[in-house]
């Protein structure tokens, strides 16, 4: 059996040294804070701040937008079409106000946040 010695000056050092800087919110002078933390959330990508390259990349590196993906396709083609008939019926209720719309407002379905805005949007490709 091996007996080993321990320093029992340098762990006693050690830990008044951490009890005073963390005591005293000198918790930097330890710890390497990076903005943002280690973790990559919607917040903060959306606000460009990253923790990994490997998400970074990620959405640097996705295809360009084509209007034509997102305006093709089934779901954006049914519902632009029920609200028609429901426009033109004045049976189309703005979601926001709870009103109807007049028989001439002018109504824009898709933008109520654009296509292209979710598409470059760093949150969603995160979660993707």
Not at 36 to 65: C, L, M, P, S
């Amino acid at each position: 059996m091996i007996k080993q010695e321990m320093d029992w000056s340098k762990e006693l050092h050690n830990t008044i040294i951490k009890s005073l800087v963390t005591t005293f919110g000198l918790d930097f002078l330890l710890f390497e804070d990076k903005k943002g933390g280690d973790v990559d959330t919607i917040h903060n990508v959306r606000q460009g701040i990253y923790a990994t390259e490997e998400e970074r990349k990620k959405f640097e590196q996705q295809a360009q937008y084509n209007s034509h993906e997102y305006h093709k396709h089934n779901n954006y083609i049914q519902t632009n079409k029920q609200a028609k008939i429901d426009h033109q019926s004045n049976k189309l209720i703005d979601a926001y106000t709870g009103q109807v719309f007049a028989p001439n407002d002018k109504i824009n379905l898709d933008h109520a946040i654009s296509a292209k805005k979710i598409h470059n949007d760093q949150g969603r490709v995160l979660a993707v």
